[in-house]
C-alpha cells in the first residue's frame, strides 16, 4: 500500500509517496504566492492550498503510474500558527495570517505583561509570540471587527485542507500547541485563553493525536484528488513536528536541527518542561509525549534573500566555494530578517551586518548570513541546555542542511557531531509515517519513525575551528542587544 504525505509550507505544498518499507516512491511540488499588503506582514488565500494541494497529489499520481486503489492514507505536516478564520458557510472571512506575521507584537506585549510570562507557562506552556494564533484573533477583533464578528470556526492551515478533505473540524495536539489557545500539559483547549480571545470551544476544532484518523475523503474530494472516498484521512501534524517523526527525533535525549525557510531544534521529553522565560516552545509531540523547541524565523531564507535578492545569483555552490577558513571571518550577521522568535522574542529585532571593513566582500558576508543562522541556533541549544535536556545524538535536515558548508558550520558551532539519516523528506515522509500508523501498519509513531530512518553519515566538529568559534559567538551574543534599540527605531520607521 502508499500513504501520501502532505508537507503544506510557506510558499509550496511538497506531496510525497512512501510505502510501509519506508521507500519514498516519488514527491511533486507546487508553488503558492505569499502575499506582504505591509511590511512585516505575512498572508496566504487558503484556497490556494486547496487547489495546489490536489494538483500535486493528481500530478504525483499520474508520473508514479500507480494505482489510485493503492493509497490507503493521507496525513499532513504544515506551516504552524497561521490563523484561518471561516464564517459559517466554511468560506475563509480573509486571507490567513501566517506564522511569520509580525502585527500582533503589541498585543502579545500587552498579553505578557497583563497575564504574565508564569502564568501564560501555566496555562498553555508558552509566553505569547507574534507568531502564534491567539495574539492574531484578538488583532483582528481590534483592527478587523466587522470579520472578526463572522468568525464562526478557527483553524490552523493544514487543518483546513483536513476539512476540505472530509468536512471534519479537526486538529491534533501538536499544532493546537501553537496557538497560545492550548492547554499543553492536560492536551485540551484552555478555556482562560478562549475567553481572551472571545472565543467558544465550540469555534475551535476537536483534537486529536496526530496518528488519529480524522475520517475518510468526501465525494467532492475524491474527485479533486483522483482518490477512492475510502482513503483514510490521519490528523497529522505541525511541520516541525512531522519533520522530527521523519527524521526519527521522537524519544528523550534526541535532537533534530532543522535548516528550512526557518531554523528550529527540536528536544523530545518523556514528561512536559516549559522554559519559564519563554525562550524555547513546550509543545505536545506528535509521538504522543512533548518536545522543547527554539525557532530562529529565517534560516534557509537569510541565504536566500542574500544570494537571489542580494547578490543575484542562485548559484548557491559556486558562492560556498568562496568561503574562507571557518572561525575566522570578521564579519558578523544577525538573521532578524522577519524580527526573531527563540530565544529573544522581537519581533521588531531587525537583521544587520557588523564588522564590516575595506577588503570584506560577498565571500566574507556569504560566510557570516550562514553563521549568523548556526549563531541563532546554539543559543536555543544552549537554553536546552540549561534545562538539563540530553542531547545524545543530534540529527541535521532541512534545505540548508544540503549544504556540506553548512553543516560543517553547524557542528562547529554547537561543538556537537551531526548525524545525517537515510530520509530527508522531512515534514513530508514525516506525514506518511504518521499516514501509517493511523491505517494500523504500525503500533506507535516511535516504533515506525525508528524502523523507517537510519543514521547514514555524520558530521564531526573540529575542536580548533569549535574553540574559534567561541570567540565569535561571544561577540554575536552582545550584538543584539547593542543594536535592540535603534533596531526599534528603524521597525517604526518602516510603520510611518
Same mark, same amino acid.
Given at each position: 500500500?502508499? /500513504?501520501?504525505?502532505?508537507? &503544506? ?37 487558503? *484556497?490556494?492550498? /486547496? ?29 504552524? *500558527? ?20 509580525? @502585527? ?15 502564568? =501564560?507557562? @501555566? ?57 497560545? &489557545? ?16 472571545? &472565543? ?23 474527485? %479533486? ?83 537571489? %535578492? ?25 538573521? /532578524? ?20 571593513? @575595506?577588503?570584506?566582500? @560577498? ?13 541563532? &541556533? ?13 542531547? %545524545? ?58 524502523? =523507517? ?8 566538529? %573540529? ?13 554575536? =551574543?552582545?550584538? /543584539? ?16
Amino acid at each position: 500500500m502508499l /500513504y501520501i504525505g502532505i508537507d &503544506l509550507g510557506t510558499s509550496s505544498v511538497k506531496v510525497v509517496a512512501a510505502s510501509e518499507d519506508g521507500t519514498i516512491f516519488g514527491s511533486t511540488t507546487r508553488t503558492y504566492p505569499c502575499l506582504q499588503p505591509k511590511p512585516g506582514w505575512s498572508e496566504q488565500d487558503p *484556497h490556494r492550498w /486547496y487547489k495546489a494541494t490536489c494538483e500535486a497529489v493528481r500530478a504525483l499520481l499520474h508520473t508514479l503510474g500507480v494505482s489510485a486503489d493503492s493509497v490507503a492514507g493521507i496525513s499532513f505536516g504544515g506551516q504552524m *500558527h497561521g490563523l484561518v478564520a471561516l464564517d459559517e458557510r466554511g468560506e475563509p472571512i480573509r486571507d490567513a495570517i501566517l506564522w511569520n506575521d509580525g @502585527r500582533s507584537q503589541a498585543v502579545c506585549d500587552e498579553l505578557n505583561e497583563r497575564i504574565g510570562s508564569e502564568e =501564560l507557562t @501555566r496555562r498553555c506552556g508558552n509566553i505569547a509570540f507574534p507568531g502564534f494564533t491567539a495574539p492574531k484573533v484578538i488583532w483582528m477583533r481590534e483592527n478587523e471587527p466587522e470579520a472578526y464578528a463572522r468568525i464562526a470556526r478557527v483553524m490552523l492551515p493544514k487543518d483546513y485542507l483536513a476539512w476540505r478533505f472530509t468536512g471534519v473540524f479537526c486538529t491534533d495536539v501538536s499544532d493546537a500547541s501553537g496557538t497560545l &489557545l492550548f492547554d499543553v500539559a492536560h492536551r485540551r483547549w484552555s478555556a482562560e485563553m478562549l475567553a481572551e480571545c472571545g &472565543l467558544t470551544e465550540a469555534e475551535l476544532p476537536h483534537v486529536y493525536e496526530s496518528a488519529g484518523v480524522v475520517g475518510t475523503l468526501t465525494p467532492e474530494a475524491a474527485a %479533486d484528488l483522483d482518490l477512492p472516498a475510502s482513503v483514510k484521512v490521519i490528523a497529522g501534524a505541525g511541520d516541525n513536528e512531522a519533520a522530527a517523526v521523519g527524521m526519527a527525533c521522537v524519544r528523550e535525549g534526541q535532537c533534530n536541527l532543522s535548516l528550512g525557510t526557518s531554523g528550529t531544534v527540536f528536544f523530545p521529553m518523556a514528561k512536559m518542561r516549559v522554559d519559564s522565560h519563554g525562550a524555547l516552545h513546550a509543545f505536545a509531540s506528535a509521538a504522543g509525549d512533548w518536545h522543547l523547541m527554539g525557532c530562529t524565523l529565517s534560516a534557509a531564507s537569510s541565504l536566500g534573500w542574500w544570494m537571489e %535578492d542580494v547578490l543575484g545569483t542562485d548559484d548557491y555552490e559556486l558562492e560556498q566555494t568562496r568561503v574562507g577558513e571557518l572561525g575566522r571571518n570578521p564579519v558578523l550577521f544577525l538573521p /532578524y530578517l522577519s524580527g526573531e522568535r527563540s530565544p529573544i522574542n522581537d519581533a521588531s529585532a531587525r537583521g544587520a551586518f557588523l564588522g564590516l571593513r @575595506r577588503g570584506a566582500g @560577498r565571500a566574507e558576508m556569504t560566510q557570516a548570513v550562514m553563521e549568523g543562522v548556526a549563531f541563532s &541556533l546554539r543559543q536555543c541549544v544552549d537554553v536546552a541546555a540549561s534545562l538539563s535536556v540530553r542531547m %545524545d545524538r543530534v540529527t541535521i535536515c532541512g534545505g540548508g542542511a544540503k549544504s556540506a558548508l553548512w553543516r560543517r558550520i553547524c557542528a562547529n558551532v554547537l561543538r556537537r557531531e551531526l548525524s545525517v539519516l537515510a530520509r530527508e523528506e522531512g515534514p513530508g515522509f514525516g506525514a506518511c509515517v504518521l499516514a501509517m500508523v493511523g491505517c494500523g501498519a504500525f503500533a506507535s509513531v516511535a516504533e515506525a519513525a525508528e524502523q =523507517l530512518n537510519h543514521v547514514v553519515d555524520t558530521v564531526p566538529f %573540529d575542536p580548533e575551528i569549535a574553540k574559534r568559534y567561541e570567540g565569535r559567538y561571544e561577540l554575536y =551574543l552582545a550584538a /543584539y542587544p547593542a543594536v535592540r534599540e535603534l533596531s526599534h527605531e528603524i521597525a517604526k520607521m518602516e510603520e510611518s
